[in-house]
Structure formats: C-alpha cells, structure tokens
C-alpha cells in the first residue's frame, strides 16, 4: 500500500509541474462536453424546401403556410419550368413540394388530393423525420378544411416526462459525460508512460 501511495503522490508532483498534462486532463474534457453537447442535435430545423405551386388559389397558399409556420421548412418558391429533381441533384435543397393544379377544386368538391413530396433520402434519419412532419402538417391541415362530423372516441392525452421540451443536450449530455470518463484516463495514462520514457525513468516504473 505504501508503494501506490508513493506512486500516486509521484504522479500527482509530475503531473502539476507538467503543465501541458494539467491542461489535458482538466480542460480539454470540459472543452468536450460543451463541444459535443452543442454540435451534436436530432433536431431538425431550417430544411431548405423548394415548392412548385401549379395552382396558385388561396387555398394552396393557406396550405403553404401550414407548412411554412412549420419550423422544420425553410420555403422558397421554385419556377415552375425549373425541374425539382435538377435542384435535389445540385443538393440546393433538401426536398421539394409540389401542388398539383385544381388542388383548391378538388378539396372543395371532396375529392382527394394528392400533393408531391420530393425528399432527399440520403441521410435517412433526416428524410425519415422529414416525412414525418410532412405528414403530420398536411393531416393537420385536412383537420382544418374538414372538421370531422363525429368526435373521435379515443382521444390520446400525452405528456412528456424527464424532458418535457424534448431538448438535445439533457440527451447528450450524459453520455457525453462517460464518453470523456471513458477516454481521458488511458489518454492521461499514454501520456505519463512517454514522459516516462523521455526522462528514461520507465525502469523505475517496471519495478514499482
């Protein structure tokens, strides 16, 4: 027990005189867990989404405002003898909305409405929550047009718990937290072996 005593309080004597190691095992693992609890978020926001509206009626701009008050979307308008597919290839957009003609007409007559959504599948967890909020804001947009005439007999309640605003960094920050937990001691460890050995003092740590 006395030799990891005088181990440990040898280590701790180098390690406050070596400034840069001081450095390393108390700032930079802070500097971490603010880097990595900002940059990293499954939010998505801002998705620039260019829209072709072949109807141009107030009903598909009350639609486009559903969307827009979305803060998933970011819209802007698109010609419409510009192709949507060139801007998805030239990555100037991450999706494209396009309203067919006589989408005002066809509500207002009860038929059904198909609206083209043209996402950008190459990172899937964002297409996928794309699709989702696409979904969503035009089922939410139908509801606003078309009242159902009987109540619906279930109605879901939900809250959330632990993390009612749904915020990334009390996700993150946790296991952002054992990530430097894990990988700071052998770094420290790695470092105090090569000190070790530039001070060709390595054999006193074989003995010991």
């Keep these: 027990?006395?030799?990891?005593?005088?181990?440990?309080?040898k280590e701790l004597?180098?390690?406050w005189r070596d400034r840069?190691?001081?450095?390393?095992?108390?700032?930079?693992p802070v500097l971490l867990l603010?880097?990595?609890?900002?940059?990293?978020?499954?939010?998505?926001?801002?998705i620039p989404v260019v829209v072709q509206d072949l109807d141009k009626t107030p009903m598909s701009r009350r639609y486009l405002e559903t969307v827009s008050a979305s803060?998933?979307?970011?819209?802007?308008?698109l010609a419409p003898n510009m192709s949507p597919e060139r801007v998805l290839a030239q990555?100037?957009?991450?999706?494209?909305?396009?309203?067919?003609?006589?989408?005002?007409?066809?509500?207002?007559?009860?038929?059904?409405?198909?609206?083209?959504?043209?996402?950008?599948?190459?990172?899937?967890?964002t297409a996928n929550v794309m699709r989702g909020k696409a979904a969503a804001i035009t089922q939410a947009f139908t509801g606003q047009i078309q009242p159902a005439t009987i109540r619906p007999a279930i109605k879901p309640l939900i809250r959330y718990w632990f993390n009612p605003g749904r915020e990334d960094l009390k996700y993150f920050g946790p296991g952002v937290l054992a990530f430097g937990l894990a990988m700071f001691p052998p770094l420290?460890?790695?470092?105090?072996?090569?000190?070790?050995g530039e001070l060709k003092t390595i054999l006193q740590v074989y003995v010991s």
């Design 1 to 9: 027990m006395k030799r990891i005593l005088a181990q440990v309080r």
């Design 13 to 15: 004597t180098q390690l």
């Design 20 to 28: 840069l190691t001081l450095a390393l095992a108390l700032v930079l």
């Design 34 to 46: 603010l880097l990595l609890s900002k940059a990293t978020s499954l939010s998505v926001k801002d």
């Design 71 to 77: 803060l998933s979307f970011n819209l802007s308008a």
């Design 91 to 125: 990555n100037q957009a991450r999706a494209a909305l396009i309203i067919p003609p006589q989408f005002e007409r066809h509500l207002r007559r009860g038929q059904n409405v198909e609206v083209q959504w043209l996402i950008d599948g190459t990172d899937a967890n």
């Design 188 to 196: 420290l460890a790695a470092l105090a072996l090569s000190r070790e």
